[in-house]
Every structure is written in C-alpha cells, then in structure tokens.
C-alpha cells in the first residue's frame, strides 16, 4: 500500500467533500466499496489526527501545570468515541429513517452519506483538539447540514417530494446523537479526571 497516495486521496476526498460537494456526492455514488472499506479507509484515519490532536492539546493545556498522561490519554480517548459512536449511532437512525420516507435502506449508502458529511465536524474535533481556544469554529460542523442535504438526493432513493423533510429530519437526528454522546462521554471522562 502506497502511503503518500492513501493520504493524497484522504485529503482529497476531505477537500473536495466541503469544496464542491455536489460533485464529490456523484463520485462518491459511483465508487464501490463496503462498509469496512468506508471505516478503515476514511474513517479511522481522521479519528487517529483527532485523537492525536486532542492529545496535543490536552498537553498545551497542561502547560505550568503538574503533567498527567492520564489527562491527556483521557482527553484522546474522549474525543475519539464521541465522533465514532455519534457517526455509528447516526448510521444505524438514518438507514431505518429511510424507510419510513419511502425509500429503501441500504446500510452502505447511509453510512457514505453520515460519514462524509461528518467531514466538518471532524476537522472541527481537529483543529478545536490542538487549539481549544477557537471556539467559533464550531459553527463550521453545521455546514455538515448543507452537506447532506446535497447528499440526500445523489445517495438514497427517496421520492424527490419527501427528500427536504428527510434531511431536515435526519440532520436534526444526528445533531442530536452527537450532541448527547458528547454530554455522556464529556461527563464520564470528567468524572474519571
């Protein structure tokens, strides 16, 4: 496995996902592969900068302070299960909602959608991970929502009519998901600290 071209075609996909993502959605619809291939492939790589970025800041954080490589592990960790289990809870709610819209699920096509229009708000756990003090920038995991509405259409089968109320659905899901995980885990690991 070539390594420059596996992180070449990563921040391509990144950049072209938030760049232009009505034509990074029809690439994305015309690619093959499974499940796994989307995790191991994509996912798990920006879940390894966040983790490592997270890290990075916890340390920065700790400056003048006694260190604790419990604090900093913890604050990785955090980071890490927070996107993973908001981005697979998220994929398991948007393949049953699909149904219910009149369409027909398809765990692989939910997947694509919720994990590429995670994209924001994990560069978001990136750059917020190392600088904890740009807090603005979390305004910019909402452009997921525009995301997925130009995904909604290009990846799943949904008669055109209910498409809007689909997505404004499933947006508000996943925000939702996302924002309770956080709570839970922030909570958890807080009490760990």
Not at 2 to 31: D, H, V, Y
Not at 129 to 147: A, K, T, V
Request: aromatic share 16%; glycine share 6%.
């Amino acid at each position: 496995m070539n390594i420059n071209l596996f992180i070449k075609n990563l921040f391509s996909r990144c950049i072209g996902i938030i760049a232009s993502p009505k034509e990074e959605w029809i690439k994305i619809k015309e690619e093959d592969g499974s499940f796994f291939q989307l995790m191991a492939n994509f996912l798990f790589p920006l879940l390894i900068l966040t983790t490592v970025a997270a890290m990075i800041g916890s340390y920065f954080q700790m400056a003048g302070s006694t260190f604790s490589w419990d604090i900093i592990i913890v604050s990785g960790l955090r980071s890490v299960l927070s996107i993973l289990i908001s981005v697979l809870m998220s994929i398991l709610a948007i393949n049953a909602m699909i149904k219910t819209f009149g369409g027909t699920p398809n765990l692989t096509q939910a997947s694509k959608l919720v994990v590429y229009s995670f994209v924001p708000g994990i560069l978001v756990a990136i750059i917020f991970g190392m600088i904890p003090w740009f807090y603005i920038l979390g305004l910019f995991f909402l452009y997921s929502f525009f995301i997925f509405f130009h995904g909604t259409p290009v990846m799943l089968n949904i008669p055109p009519e209910r498409q809007s109320n689909f997505s404004t659905l499933s947006s508000s899901t996943i925000l939702i998901i996302y924002l309770m995980i956080s709570f839970i885990l922030s909570s958890f690991f807080g009490a760990i600290k």
